[in-house]
T-cell receptor, first 115, second 112 residues
Framework: AQSVTQLDSQVPVFEEAPVELRCNYS??????LFWYVQYPNQGLQLLLK??????LVKGINGFEAEFNKSQTSFHLRKPSVHISDTAEYFC?????????????FGKGTHLIIQP | DGGITQSPKYLFRKEGQNVTLSCEQN?????MYWYRQDPGQGLRLIYY???????QKGDIAEGYSVSREKKESFPLTVTSAQKNPTAFYLC???????????FGEGSRLTVL
C-alpha cells in the first residue's frame, strides 16, 4: 500500500529566506505526486503536480518540487518566502495503475514565516 | 465559476443527532470524495464515489453514510454512531481516480 511521510510537522523560517518541505513516499510502482496548500479554515489548493517528464516541476506562488525516483522523494522548495506563505502544506501520491483509488495524503507540514 | 460548494461552513449539533453535510460540484467530475481532517492527522478518507449510484468505504467509514443519486451531489451524513464527530470535513472531486483533487472550502462540525 502506498503511504506518504512528511518528515517535519512544523517548519519555522524567516521572511525572504529559502525553504524546503520534505516528502517521501513508499510505493514500488510508478506514481503521480502532488503538493497542496491549505490556509486556515479553507479547503486545499493544488500547488503543483508531477505526472511524467521533467523531474523539476514548477507550481504557483513561486514554489517548485523535484521528483527523485531513487530516493522516493518529492521535496517542495521556494527560494524566498513571504509572510503570506504561512499555511499547511500537504504532499499526496497515487499509483499510476491499479492501487487505491484517489490520493493518499501525508500528515502535513505547517510552514511558519517569521518577520 | 466552476467549483465545489460545501454547506454549511459551520455547524453545531447536540450529541446523538444525525447531521448531513452538503457537497455540490459543477465541474462535471465523475469522482467525488469525503475527507475528515483533525489537527496533526492530515486527511483521512471517509467515503468515495467513482460513478453515480456507487460508492466505496474509505479508511474511516464507520459512523458515516453517503449517497450519490446525482453526478453533481455527494452528501455526507454523520450519524449518532460516530463516536467523535467534531472535525473539519472536506469534500473533493476529480475527473478520475488518478487525477488531482479539487476541494471545497470545508465544513466545520462541532458536537456539543
Amino acid at each position: 500500500a502506498q503511504s506518504v511521510t512528511q518528515l517535519d510537522s512544523q517548519v519555522p523560517v524567516f521572511e525572504e529566506a529559502p525553504v524546503e518541505l520534505r516528502c517521501n513516499y513508499s510505493s514500488s510502482v510508478s506514481v503521480y505526486l502532488f503538493w497542496y496548500v491549505q490556509y486556515p479554515n479553507q479547503g486545499l489548493q493544488l500547488l503543483l503536480k508531477y505526472l511524467s517528464g521533467s523531474t523539476l516541476v514548477k507550481g504557483i506562488n513561486g514554489f517548485e518540487a523535484e521528483f527523485n525516483k531513487s530516493q522516493t522523494s518529492f521535496h517542495l522548495r521556494k527560494p524566498s518566502v513571504h509572510i503570506s506563505d504561512t499555511a499547511e502544506y500537504f504532499c499526496a501520491v497515487t499509483e499510476r495503475w491499479g492501487g487505491a483509488d484517489g490520493l493518499t495524503f501525508g500528515k502535513g507540514t505547517h510552514l511558519i514565516i517569521q518577520p | 465559476d466552476g467549483g465545489i460548494t460545501q454547506s454549511p461552513k459551520y455547524l453545531f449539533r447536540k450529541e446523538g443527532q444525525n447531521v448531513t453535510l452538503s457537497c455540490e460540484q459543477n465541474l462535471n467530475h465523475d469522482a467525488m470524495y469525503w475527507y475528515r481532517q483533525d489537527p496533526g492527522q492530515g486527511l483521512r478518507l471517509i467515503y468515495y464515489s467513482q460513478i453515480v449510484n456507487d460508492f466505496q468505504k474509505g479508511d474511516i467509514a464507520e459512523g458515516y453514510s453517503v449517497s450519490r443519486e446525482k453526478k453533481e451531489s455527494f452528501p455526507l451524513t454523520v450519524t449518532s454512531a460516530q463516536k467523535n464527530p467534531t472535525a473539519f470535513y472536506l469534500c473533493a472531486s476529480s475527473r478520475d481516480s488518478k487525477r488531482e483533487l479539487f476541494f471545497g472550502e470545508g465544513s466545520r462540525l462541532t458536537v456539543l
